[in-house]
Every structure is written in C-alpha cells, then in structure tokens.
C-alpha cells in the first residue's frame, strides 16, 4: 500500500509540473535525444526534411543498437520506423522501453518486428512485464507494407494505462489494475532502446525459416524520435519536456478510441496469451478481463 501511494504522490507532483515547468518544443535531431550504442549504427541527415535519421544494420557479425539520453517516468514516446525490406526473415528490429535495476524488479514494455520473407507481412510482437513479471505477449499483423515508406509507432504510458498506437491508431492497452494486485510499471523510471539482431530461432514462423545471409546487411531506419514525457531533474521528475502537450498524462480511451481498438484487435491480432488455454488450464491472468 505504500509503495502505491508513493507512486500516486509521485504522479500527482508530475501533474503539478506540468503547469509549473518551462517547456519547449522537441526541435532537437536524433543525435540529440539518443546515444549511439554498437554496431553498424549510422547518423544520416535528410536534406530534403533537414532532420536526422538512424540507421541499424545487422550482419553475421553484429547487431546494432541506440538508446534514449534520458529516463523517463511516465510519457508519450513517437518514432518513425521504415523496416527491412524484401527478405528479413530471421531478423528483429526493437523498439522498447526497460528499467535498469534488478531482474525481479523488471518493467518493460516491447515492440518487436519479426521478419518475414518476400511477400509475406510482417508481424509486431508486443509484450508487457511489470515488476519481472511478463508472458503478456500480443501479435498483430500489420494492415501496411511498413517497409515501404516511415510509419508512426508510439507508447504512451501513465500512471493509468499502457497504450500502444500505430499511425495513431490503438493498437494494444493495458490498464493499471494494481489496486487489484496486477503488477503494472508505477515506480521505475524507463530508458528507450531500439535494435536490430538475429533472431532465426523463432523469429519467423517459429523458427522455420532461418536468416539468409545473402540478403545482408539488413538495414532499419529510424527519425524524428520523440519523448514528451516527465524527466529527472535534480531529485525531482519534471513532466511535460518536448513538444509541450501535456494530454498523454491523464489520457483515456474515449469511445471511440475504444472501437478503434477493437476494430483492429479483431481484424488483425493473430495472438493473445488472455486466450491461449494451453497456456493457462487453470484460469487466465487477472488482468485479461479489462484490458
């Protein structure tokens, strides 16, 4: 019970920084806003837009990564994302948010895009862990060829909900029913990462089709990332840094952002663990009646 009024208290304060703190619009480039990390990860300047972009390269030999400068507690995180193109089978490209402390302690919130060979979409897997407690994985397949042209990916995360968007589109929430005893990630700050790397083993239709390395390097491209969120200052969190709009904190799905939702849940997720009953005989987790 304390930890949880703790956590209140905590975002009630962000909420009161919103009005109290200087804010500017996010104008910074993406080697403003993330450190590059390993690998074949590359900083290109766009000079039809005047903006950055990243890009992650995977070969035989190396992944590749970046991540956020800041930690944050509580926000709304935009990229734009153009994904492998043609055969990409085997291969993972990431975004995701995870706490830096102990396992048992773990929060995260995952974005995976598994390849696909030529023709076939690809397919976003999604998982949600909550004080080191995950097996929360969704997929869906994607209603665009995402290797086309950028799309929009985004997390808004607070203190009521976890909410996964697409072009703006929901795509996948999850309620903060703590008050129940569902873990849910209150109290940990959070670093965004984004990767690339090999994962032939299960990857692609379970593992069946295995990366073909001729088709190497496989390259992702990343820009105008975005954090407007509640940041570390000094010993306090200061919300609301970046483009200024500060309606992600208390944001809620109307109605109709609940039927969109629904529209894609039931036109494109191909899994939820809420219904796989082999792996829940007993009885499915408490969170998968109100998600």
């Not at 997929?139 to 950028?150: A, G, I, M, N, V």
């Not at 663990?273 to 408490?286: A, E, K, L």
Request: glycine fraction near 8%; aromatic fraction near 14%.
């Amino acid at each position: 019970m304390w930890q949880l009024s703790r956590a209140y208290r905590m975002a009630s304060f962000c909420l009161i920084s919103l009005a109290a703190a200087a804010v500017s619009p996010a104008t910074g480039d993406m080697a403003d806003t993330v450190d590059m990390m390993w690998g074949n990860t590359q900083v290109l300047y766009d000079s039809s837009s005047g903006r950055q972009t990243v890009s992650l390269s995977l070969d035989r030999w190396t992944t590749s990564a970046f991540r956020s400068k800041s930690t944050y507690l509580f926000g709304r995180f935009d990229v734009d994302i153009k994904l492998v193109p043609r055969d990409s089978a085997g291969t993972v490209t990431t975004v995701y948010m995870v706490t830096e402390g102990p396992w048992q302690y773990h929060d995260e919130i995952d974005l995976e895009f598994l390849g696909n060979t030529t023709g076939e979409p690809y397919t976003l897997h999604t998982n949600i862990y909550a004080r080191g407690k995950g097996d929360r994985e969704m997929q869906y397949r994607l209603w665009f060829d995402p290797t086309e042209d950028f799309n929009t990916y985004s997390i808004i995360w607070n203190p009521h909900m976890i909410l996964i968007l697409v072009n703006g589109v929901p795509l996948r929430r999850m309620k903060n029913r703590m008050r129940d005893d569902t873990p849910f990630p209150l109290f940990q700050p959070m670093r965004l990462y984004a990767s690339i790397w090999d994962a032939d083993e299960w990857a692609t239709q379970g593992g069946r089709i295995k990366t073909d390395w001729s088709h190497g390097p496989f390259t992702a491209f990343f820009r105008n990332y975005t954090a407007n969120a509640c940041v570390p200052y000094n010993r306090a969190w200061i919300c609301g840094q970046g483009s200024g709009d500060s309606s992600w904190f208390n944001q809620e799905l109307d109605e109709e952002g609940q039927q969109k939702l629904s529209e894609v849940n039931g036109r494109n997720k191909i899994y939820d663990y809420c219904t796989d009953s082999r792996r829940f005989p007993s009885g499915y987790p408490p969170e998968c009646g109100s998600q």
